[in-house]
């Protein structure tokens, strides 16, 4: 089975311009070369130059969605990140969070980054950013690898509550 992570956003911008920007945060990052496209992570993703798969989709959940009933908002887009088997997970993670985080800085909207709709890793409500209080999740390097002000809250999903 394929790990995979979505980061779910009720997006001020159309899943277009949002692939750009994460097209741009990836090659800055060094993680996709110059001739990625915007339309190939829209189309059947890409894959970084860690193995980890990357697409954009646009969204049109359903009410029983648990970001719809858990969290309280409609997402209009996910980036799906399917990590690779060829390079360790905690790297492609690193990698995962440095692309969410551009999208935070340049995209409003309330947002989730969540594992398998078991494990909420972020949570941006009403601009209030709130990672998962699990060091596992947020050792102090990979926290570093944010530059968005956030405090430390936990969320879960369905029969815990948010």
Do not use: C
């Not at 908002?73 to 980036?79: H, I, Y």
């Not at 409003?108 to 209030?128: K, P, Y």
């Amino acid at each position: 089975m394929a790990i995979s992570y979505d980061f779910e956003m009720a997006a001020s911008l159309p899943a277009p311009q949002v692939a750009e920007r994460l097209l741009r945060a990836a090659r800055t990052a060094g993680l996709l070369d110059a001739s990625a496209t915007p339309e190939e992570l829209l189309e059947q993703g890409l894959r970084t130059t860690r193995g980890t798969s990357v697409q954009v989709f646009e969204e049109h959940p359903e009410p029983w969605n648990p970001v719809v009933g858990d969290l309280g908002f409609t997402p209009t887009l996910s980036v799906t990140f399917r990590l690779g088997k060829s390079t360790g997970f905690p790297a492609q993670q690193d990698d995962m969070v440095v692309l969410v985080d551009a999208l935070l800085a340049t995209v409003t909207g309330d947002a989730v980054l969540e594992f398998q709709s078991e494990d909420i890793w972020l949570l941006r409500r009403g601009g209030d950013l709130a990672l998962n209080e699990r060091d596992d999740l947020w050792p102090p390097h990979r926290l570093a690898l944010l530059n968005q002000p956030y405090r430390r809250a936990t969320y879960t999903f369905t029969d815990d509550g948010v």
